[in-house]
């Protein structure tokens, strides 16, 4: 028998009815704070307060508690000092590479009284591997797979959106854009998520100059943490500068985004438990040997000569168009090994408070380090090769830009 339209309709609702039941919707607290979060009135001072909240949680767990409070103690106290006795060959070059680069007082070798400063492979290799960044890795994405557990992401995106898109991407982005905070490579990774060629090559582009890594930051806590508010803000300035530049020349289209929005859920420990042990095992399988790396590489350079020379040749450059000492020429070839061992060998060069600001913010939209560098490669070599011609050109202008800004306002 053939129904109208109207007679199916009728018997759709008369098999709703008989199957179907609808309870009493209550309005719960959970629904309450989830509304709370996601209206941009209500929703953006409580994402600041979450986020500072997130701030001020990794600086005193990171720095406070762990690095200060038990890694410089072992590391100062009974490693550099029992290394330094027990490895032969005090004062040559092997000994220099390895444990201690110390210094020379009246014809005699001097040794290093920190970790962090003696530049050895087994001493400040060890301690900003597991005394700096592990804390900090470990901080940071406990915290971050707490906030995606209970469901605060997705509010989180549907807040920037209309941010973002200034810069051709859409809410979402500020996944691999948190990501990239901990570490650049699965923030990579993670512009996958983004629907369009556009999207990705900004993303990815962004994430390779303007967003440090939590290493990084973890060495910027440790090391300079009166100026990091500065060189936060001077990076979060040109992400959204040289985005919306980017958005402009960039051919291609960035549509809307849609995300469910789950309601909040407690969050479970073992959810938690194995996302902390995936990107913590996994950051350190790239991280730790490329941080001994680079302190072999340097050192040795170091040894050569080849630092000094590059700082001599490139001195024009850095003293006259970036307003920073010649000796940054050091951490910027260390950066492409690792950004954190870079920030840590500025901080023991003698320079204004404003040079710090630069050098730092130098290191970090300088060439990606070249774990980055790798997993940009996967992700094509002509958006690879596009991205570095593009960073080449924002370092050179951003640097000389916040040069300009420091002799306009008399601290350069």
């Known amino acids: 028998m053939k129904l109208s339209a109207e007679e199916r309709w009728d018997l759709i609702d008369r098999i709703s009815k008989e199957t179907v039941t609808f309870g009493a919707y209550r309005h719960t607290l959970t629904d309450a704070i989830g509304e709370l979060t996601i209206k941009p009135l209500t929703g953006i001072p409580i994402a600041i307060a979450v986020l500072y909240g997130f701030w001020s949680l990794f600086g005193s ?6 690095t200060d409070g038990f890694f410089v103690k072992f590391f100062d106290g009974y490693w550099l000092p029992w290394l330094q006795q027990v490895f032969p060959g005090q004062g040559n070059w092997f000994y220099v590479i390895m444990v201690d680069a110390g210094g020379i ?59 973002l898109h200034r810069i051709g991407l859409h809410g979402y982005a500020i996944v691999p854009t948190i990501l990239s905070l901990g570490c650049n490579v699965p923030g990579v990774a993670a512009t996958r998520i983004l629907e369009t060629k556009k999207q990705r090559f900004i993303m990815m582009t962004l994430l390779a100059i303007f967003i440090p890594c939590g290493a990084q930051i ?39 985004f849609l995300i469910d929005v789950p ?29 001994l790396l680079g302190c072999v590489i340097v050192g040795i350079l ?9 700082g001599g040749v490139l001195a024009p450059i ?27 060998q500025l901080s023991t060069i003698e320079m204004t408070e404003y040079q710090m600001i630069t050098s730092v913010v130098l290191v970090s939209i300088y060439f990606p380090c070249v774990a ?27 640097g000389g830009l916040i040069h300009l800004i420091g002799i306009l306002l008399g601290v350069a």
């Open 105 to 163: 007082e009246s014809g005699e070798f001097v040794l290093s009284e920190s970790s962090f400063e003696s530049f050895g492979v087994l001493t400040s290799g060890l301690f900003l591997a597991i005394g700096v960044v592990l804390p900090a890795i470990f901080i940071f994405y406990l915290m971050l797979a707490i906030l995606e557990d209970i469901g605060y992401m997705p509010r989180l995106a549907v807040l920037i959106d209309t941010m």
């Open 318 to 344: 850095f003293v006259g168009w970036f307003g920073v000492p010649p000796e940054t020429a050091g951490p910027l070839v260390a950066a492409f090994l690792r950004k954190d061992l870079a920030v840590a």
């Open 302 to 310: 170091y040894q050569m000569g080849v630092i000094q020379w590059l």
């Open 61 to 66: 767990f990171a720095g406070t508690l762990c």
């Open 263 to 291: 309601p909040y859920r407690r969050p479970l420990a073992r959810n938690i438990g194995k996302k902390i042990y995936g990107r913590v095992t996994g950051f350190f399988k790239v991280a730790l040997p490329f941080v």
């Open 218 to 256: 973890g060495i910027m806590e440790e090391v300079v943490p009166d100026l990091i508010g500065w060189i936060m803000l001077y990076l979060i300035i040109g992400y959204f500068i040289f985005g919306y530049i980017l958005n402009k020349i960039v051919p291609g289209r960035a549509p809307e």
């Open 372 to 398: 980055t560098f790798a997993m940009m490669l996967k992700e094509g070599w002509k958006d690879l090769l596009w991205a570095l011609a593009v960073l080449a050109v924002v370092v050179f202008v951003y």
